[in-house]
């Protein structure tokens, strides 16, 4: 025998979303409350299955027993079939509670060629494209916002419901590892994309058919101090020695204007500004004085992964990147993050500490209730609670179509950029005899003659990466930093080559590089932003032409770099190629 559940107001999609907010809301109890103020990961498994490689619960008891219902997804499925029905296993789980309040499901970006577990995911399944950089390449934001109407097609197919993205820090600072994520170094050019990029994920505003973006890293993530990254207690520090945060805020701006409904700060830590010097995401001066005050946003602010508490992934220490807090207990820096403004905390399960803070009179659950307004609101404009569930056979249909897949292709050969070119070396001529490294030997072989040695070849391709030093051990070995210059021995090798053939040199541009001299030495110089070698070939042999244009200066030298100010952008001196460079034929 089966009983009918009853419908609560909250389920009569005919009352406004105000409505349906003010009841659901005034049915929850302090820990459906609580839990919905954490977003963390859930790994691609078995609901009921744990993660120990990043110590992670199952699904089934953080939705039971924490009530949590936002979950950033870890990983993939082979197939968007079986992805969209994990995802309606998990939406099941979920709605099997007393309130049935849905999952809203999220995801760093997984478009591109970028492997780093702690700011993006493998493309899978799903279309692939050129990592952001190359849309700043080719500076339009029609044709950025047709890649994220595709993103957001395939999205929908799955689930996913929230893009923890885009990323619109500012690469002032020419060491920093998450460069890649970034449209460049120019505010103006990623003030133009970030518009075509919302748009293209929610449309002129949001709704059923929308995936929100979760904007980041506010107030701007890229004046690191040495370019070191604050995942990490050494790159903590964020300075402005040009005084230039008006210059990054730019982009936040034009987002705001565009409709983004969520925004993330960073870890960093402002050092000798007006700002508290704690970590964005405990900054009531960032979070509530300008973001909310001065620049009227109204969505949901989310917190940066793992600000409270310390955990072990991949069987080493990862602490809290509580910058300026760090003496602070779990308690009190959640605390301080409530007090700055913060709606979610991002990449954390400890509900009981938000209950025992409501308990003890730390927080008032009428300040629990506007975070959860705000979130309730977002899934009801989301229509998650008149349609949580997705359609496999669609998804199946959607994920990865041939002419996604296409679109992709071409993007990533558009978004190339010719520094150099000398005698036109390029296009080269089908058939020749060719030299390669870092080309796959059945693609290159369909338009040329593959030889063994420099020696014996006609002209030589060389995909290489640009130059970086391993960020440390377990998840900083994923983020490249220090020097842009090639050390010695490579350098050197690469020009030989270079002296005994014609060299064609397709450099892979994660951040700028300093060339050493190979602008003189190879007969050409591309640059790519996550491109495979089915795009790549075709535009060396004539089949498409380059059309990207620089979205950084490419500095000279490691002293022009060290000499320039974190916060200033184009402040390299007498760079190698400037920003809107790019030669074509």
């Known amino acids: 025998m089966t009983t009918e559940r009853t419908l609560f107001p909250y389920q009569d ?21 609580a839990g919905m103020l954490f977003h963390t990961m859930v790994a691609f498994a078995d609901p009921s299955e744990s993660n120990p490689m990043f110590g992670i619960p199952s699904a089934e008891s953080m939705l039971r027993k924490r009530r949590m219902n936002h979950f950033n997804i870890l990983g993939a499925a082979p197939s968007g079939r079986e992805f969209a029905a994990w995802h309606n296993a998990l939406q099941r789980i979920a709605l099997d509670s007393p309130l049935g309040i849905p999952i809203t499901f999220s995801t760093d970006p997984r478009h591109a060629f970028s492997d780093n577990p702690l700011a993006s995911m493998m493309a899978g399944p799903f279309s692939q494209w050129p990592e952001t950089l190359g849309f700043a390449a080719l500076g339009s934001p029609e044709r950025l916002q047709r890649f994220a109407d595709i993103a957001r097609q395939e999205y929908l197919a799955v689930g996913l419901r929230v893009a923890l993205h885009p990323q619109i820090d500012l690469a002032t600072e020419t060491r920093w590892s998450r460069i890649s994520g970034t449209f460049g170094e120019d505010a103006d050019l990623t003030s133009r994309l970030v518009v075509g990029y919302i748009h293209g994920f929610q449309g002129e505003e949001l709704g059923t058919r929308s995936v929100a973006t979760m904007v980041k890293h506010f107030p701007g993530g890229g004046p690191q101090k040495d370019g070191d990254d604050p995942h990490f207690a050494w790159g903590r520090e964020q300075v402005y020695p040009g005084e230039a945060q008006e210059y990054h805020l730019k982009p936040f701006i034009a987002a705001i204007g565009a409709g983004a409904t969520q925004m993330m700060p960073y870890y960093g830590m402002p050092v000798g500004t007006e700002w508290e010097e704690v970590g964005f995401g405990f900054n009531k001066s960032v979070i509530t004085d300008l973001l909310r005050d001065r620049l009227g946003f109204e969505g949901i602010v989310c917190t940066d992964w793992g600000l409270l508490t310390d955990v072990s992934v991949m069987g080493g220490a990862f602490p809290a990147r509580a910058w300026g807090v760090e003496q602070l207990s779990r308690p009190e820096r959640m605390l301080k993050a409530i007090d700055a403004g913060v709606d979610q905390f991002g990449g954390e399960l400890c509900t009981d500490v938000l209950l025992d803070l409501v308990a003890s009179g730390g927080v008032a659950e009428d300040r629990l209730d506007v975070s959860v307004r705000r979130l309730l609101r977002e899934k009801f404009v989301l229509g998650l ?9 669609r998804a199946e249909a959607t994920v990865g179509t041939p002419e996604f897949i296409a679109e992709g292709l071409a993007a990533q050969s558009d978004s190339l950029t010719m520094l150099s070119n000398a005698n036109a070396t390029l296009p080269l001529a089908k058939g020749i005899r060719i030299y390669a490294e870092g080309v796959e030997t059945a ?3 369909e338009y040329a003659t593959v030889v063994e040695t420099p020696e014996n070849a006609d002209a030589a391709i060389l995909r290489i990466k640009a130059p970086f030093e391993s960020g440390g051990d377990g998840f900083a070995a994923f983020f490249h930093t220090g020097s842009l210059e090639f050390p010695a021995e490579e350098l050197e090798r690469l020009k030989r080559i270079a002296e005994t053939v014609p060299t064609v040199i397709d450099i892979y541009l994660d951040r700028p590089a300093v060339l050493g001299g190979l602008e003189e030495s190879a007969a050409a110089i591309l640059a790519d932003y996550g491109a495979s070698d089915d795009a790549v070939l075709p535009v060396l042999f004539g089949d498409r032409g380059p059309q990207g244009s620089l979205p950084f200066d490419m500095p000279r030298s490691m002293d022009a770099v060290l000499a320039s100010r974190s916060d200033v952008a184009f402040d390299t001196e007498n760079p190698t190629f400037r920003f809107g460079h790019g030669l074509r034929y």
């Open 385 to 393: 609670f008149d349609d949580p569930f997705v359609d496999e056979d």
């Open 13 to 33: 999609a005919s009352l406004s979303v105000d409505q349906r907010v003010g009841d659901l809301l005034s049915r929850m109890d302090v820990a459906d409350k």
């Open 443 to 445: 693609a290159l072989a």
